[in-house]
Every structure is written in structure tokens, then in C-alpha cells.
């Protein structure tokens, strides 16, 4: 039996700019699900990451080295980057064929004579775990890294998990960074989203929270930070000088009112993946973002899948008209002539009738040229066949003698 939408597993594809903790996280979600028995199915798609702490049910470096596609090609980091990817995404068939394969439900365990199970059944896979490049722009921008994604969301609930480190955002400016960087994946993918604020055992992730959800705590942020000389300017100064009449306060409080929206379509959970805090609020707003999925995302998925298809056909029946309207070759080739239909014509019983036919065809055409049919204008193939049929006669003319008859049968 088939699994419904809601038996699918989670696919956590998670995200996030270098140094952010990443690979720790992942680890960490990991460890998670394993403590609780339910073990994921993960799939590493960093070519260029040495060693990862956790294991790996795909691994790109399975398929692609990555040291070897910048030496053939000639590429630097990034450059090798999206190139695996590239090679990997051909493969895109074979790993949702592993997913489906792996994460059908488990047949029913053995029985004994008593009728009664010798083995305990199988728990089926409720999430899959996405690593991802640290080079984030590599693959969330990436014709491979769309493949990917795409294909993923067209056969499970997928999430996108945003990691963030939180000391490095405590200011008001590298905040919105991060926020305008997490709208633009979001708009990017067309997939639910999930704010990590990573490293909270370093930085409590409140202040992140607070500047989402009121407005006028932000903004006394931006002004205590713009009146201390933040943005450049001299603390404690006044005009062009000092913080308080920048241009960076005046871009910071616009994007600030422009991303009040975007924030209502995002969950944030604060999470310190070295000592496991907040593990369990994250995979709540897993379940509820994969709800979301179900009920909003996916059917714009499948009406965008739906679009491509109906613009495929179109564009595959332009070009088979195309392509018949060329084949299509009329006049002596497929046409008899006019005055000779419904008229069968005799068989050639010696060489010289055959001579006198093929003087009859290669004859002038401006004797009955006005008795053939043409469907073709002179663009089509019918008269570049007819053009080079009288290039042809002119250079060889019209007497067609036994020895050329000869020779142009010996070289059909």
C-alpha cells in the first residue's frame, strides 16, 4: 500500500552561511532522532567537506571527486562546487528511486508456525536530512541546487531550516542581513521556512525574536546603535557626522517595515547544538512547517509543475509541425503527375526503355512543369530538392547514355 501525504517523511534541508554551525546542527538532529529511535536517512551534499560527524546514507563524494573536477576542469573552490552538484543533480532519478524505495512501508515482519512475528517490524523513516554546501549561494542559487530541491518537494514534505549564528547578529545591521538573505531562499525556493538561531549557549536568541515580533524594539535598537557611532559615524556627534541622520539608520528602518510581512510567514526557534537546547521546540515547527506545506505549498507546486508540462507540450507539437511541414517533400518526388493519374504505369522490360524513361524524367521542366503539385513555398525542402535536381542536369546535361546509367547504379 502506497504511503498518504501525511505517512511521508520530512525532508530538512538545512541551510546556512559559513561558520554558522551547520554541520553541528545537523549532527546534532541527528544524534536527536537516533536517541529516540527513529533513525533518519541522510544525505550529504558537500563535495568539498573533509570529514562530516555523522553518517551517511548518500554521499556525494560517493559519485564526484571533488579534488579531480577542479583539476579536469580548471575551477577554482566555487567553481568545483557547482560543477559536483551539476554531475550529482544527472543523478537525480537514482536517489528519489533510493528515497521512495527506503521509505516505502516495511513489509510485514516473518511469522512463526504459531502465526506470531519472530522479528520486530521495521520503523519507517520519518524525516530525511539534507547537509548542504557551506557556500551557501552555491547551491540555493544553482540550476543543480533547484534540480535538487524541486525534486525533493515534488515527492515529500519539505522544509527549509535557515541556520543562523546568533552572537554575530546581536547588531541591528548584520540582523538584516540575515533577514533580507533569508527572504530572498524563501521567495528563491517556494518552500516553508524555519529560522535556526544557532549557538544560543554563547548568545540568548530573545533580542532576534523580539526585533520579529515589535517593531519599536527594533527601532530603539537602530537608534541607540545609529546615536554610539555604529554605522560609522562619531559617537556623541551631530549631522552628517555623527550616527544619528545616517543613510545606513534611514535603509535599515525602511527594510525593517518592508520585512514586517515576511516575518509572519517564518517560525524562529533558538537552538545551541552543542548542548542540545531547543532540539525538540525545532522539530514541532518541523511538523507544523510540513503541515503548511501540505496545505499551501504544495498544490502552487504542483499548479507551477502543471504549467511547465502544458508549455513542454506546446513547444514539443510546434516543433513536430516543424518538422512535418520540412519532411513533407513534394513535386517529382511524392507527387505523379496530373495527366497521368488514374493511369498505371507499364514495367521496363529491357536497358532501352530504361534509358527512355530516364531521358523522360531528367527532360526540360518547363514542358509540363504546370502539371505538378506543389504544397511546399520555396523556402521548403521541395524546392531546394528541386533546385539541386537542375543543377544536376545542367552540369552533366540531359543525355543520360547506358555507361552513365551503368555507373550511376553501381553507386546506389
Known sequence: MATTSSEKPVTIVCVGMAGSGKTTFMQRINSHLHAKKEPP??????????????????DIRDSVNYKEVMKQYNLGPNGGIITSLNLFATKVDQILGLLEK??????????????????APAK????ILVDTPGQIEVFVWSASGDILLGSLASSFPTVIAYVIDTPRTTSTSTFMSNMLYACSILYKTKLPMILVMNKTDVQDAEFAKEW????????????EEENGGGFGGVEGGEGPIGGGSGYMGSLLNSMSLM???????????????????GVDEFFE???EKAEEFERDYKPELERRREEREKEKVARRGQELDRLMKDMSVGGASNKEPTKSKGKKKAEPETVSDI??????????????????????????????????????????????????????????
Open 124 to 127: 519507517p523513516i520519518k524525516h
Open 102 to 119: 527506503r521509505t516505502a512501508p516495511p513489509p510485514p515482519p516473518p511469522t512463526n508456525a504459531q502465526g506470531e512475528p519472530v522479528a
Open 259 to 277: 520585512l514586517d510581512e515576511f516575518y509572519r510567514h517564518l517560525s524562529v526557534v533558538g537552538v545551541s547544538s552543542m548542548t542540545g537546547q
Open 355 to 412: 534509358e527512355d524513361e530516364e531521358d523522360e524524367d531528367m527532360g526540360p521542366p518547363e514542358e509540363d512543369s504546370d502539371e505538378f503539385e506543389e504544397d511546399e513555398d520555396d523556402g521548403g525542402l521541395q524546392s531546394r530538392y528541386q533546385k539541386a535536381l537542375k543543377d544536376d542536369r545542367d552540369a552533366h546535361g540531359d543525355d543520360m547514355s547506358f555507361a552513365r546509367y551503368v555507373t550511376q547504379a553501381s553507386m546506389r
Open 41 to 58: 536517512y541522510v544525505i550529504n551534499l558537500d563535495p568539498a567537506v573533509r570529514n562530516v560527524p555523522f553518517d551517511s546514507n548518500i
Open 285 to 287: 515547527a518541523v511538523q
Open 212 to 223: 520579529m515580533t515589535d517593531f519599536e524594539a527594533f527601532q530603539a535598537a537602530l537608534r
